[in-house]
């Protein structure tokens, strides 16, 4: 494909593409640290399809997008073809059921974001001063990709809100949906955190903190080589407990732990809580220059607020010990409202080979965007801060 000036090439395999090439247009701020996203890396992407997480029998078929100036990939994207509408947290099964009912074929479809993972980060990965002529390139081939293969449609998830109002330009329909994120307002510890609350909400908290550390167990922190491959038998243990029981079955396979352990655990926080020495809880989080991001928890027993202790409560005390501006705890949850995790608006990107059911979603994207900002703004007063706190935060 030849946008002009700029080729864009589709690959099945980041094999194809050198990590160098990959990580300057994703991370290029990692030069001197950490990357702002960490799943957007060559090396996350790459544990996924090494384990077999994504590719063939998974429904996510690599596509993988790069485009070259002058000699120079100036940006990709990660780029899937799917056969179902699993693992991606901002859903269009009711589009699906509708395409398909009107007589449409509404699979394999193609996917423009991150397998598995409910975070918002740059989808159209530039080189830093290619961001607008990077995106132009990257939409117009992924939407003559879906065209001539006569695809239904392309979906852009969790893009930034930059690149919602780029794309929007370019004729994609814009979508809004909500997470709830807890925000650092420069906090020097959690009862720091906990006096900006009303009394109740404070009270709550202090109390659930104290049943999940009243259960007879040690909560330990682990990153980097404080992680140790015995580690990962009881992660995977609790993700197959809270896959089978949220999606079916795991969309990771037990590969991709192990490879995350050679290649990802400067990447990841562990938070386990252990009875006699023995994990019986614990959470992986992924680590971002500027927040932490909660992924996957699970247990082995039930253990009163052990999931808002692991989950919420122990990312906020790290993000605060480690001067993080935001915890992301993933996908839906009310109830992490209570726990000062505000709402947060998130953002998404479509196009319809047809152009008739594109305009039935443009008028319900349309209704759906307005009811997202008002539940947005009824839930944030109902939030658990005192009120000059929620006045600040808007």
Known sequence: ?????????????????????????????????????????????????????????????????????????????????????????????????????????????????????????????????????????????AVQLADRHSLSSLHVTFCTEVERENGSQMGLLPRTTQQFHWLNKGYQSFDDFLASLSSRKRKNIRKERAQAQGCSVEIVQLTGDQIKPAHWEYIWTFYQDTGARKWGMPYLTRAFFDIAHDILRDDILLVLALLDGEPVAGALNMIGRGALFGRYWGCTAHYPAMHFELCYYQAIDYAI?????????????????????????????????????????????????QAVSEDIEILTAYGPFKRAHVEEQE
């Open 1 to 141: 494909m030849d946008g002009g000036s700029v080729i864009v090439s589709v690959c099945d395999s980041l094999a194809q593409i050198r990590a160098e090439d990959w990580d300057a247009c994703a991370c290029p701020e990692a030069a001197d640290g950490r990357p702002d996203d960490p799943f957007t890396t060559y090396r996350f992407l790459k544990a996924l399809e090494d384990s077999r997480s994504v590719g063939v029998g998974t429904g996510w078929q690599a596509q993988y997008l790069t485009a070259e100036m002058d000699g120079q990939v100036i940006a990709c994207a990660p780029l899937y073809a799917k056969s179902h509408s699993q693992g991606e947290y901002i859903f269009d099964h009711n589009w699906a059921h509708a395409y398909e009912r009107a007589g449409g074929r509404y699979f394999p479809k193609l996917q423009l974001a991150v397998p598995f993972t409910p975070v918002t980060g740059r989808r159209f990965l530039t080189r830093p001063g290619y961001e607008r002529a990077g995106q132009e390139a990257l939409v117009q081939a």
């Open 321 to 369: 010990a480690n001067g993080l501006s935001r915890v992301e705890a993933g996908a839906q949850g009310e109830h992490k409202l209570a726990r000062g995790y505000l709402p947060v608006e998130t953002h998404s990107l479509h196009w319809f080979r047809d152009p008739s059911f594109g305009d039935a979603v443009a008028r319900y994207l349309d209704a759906e965007r």
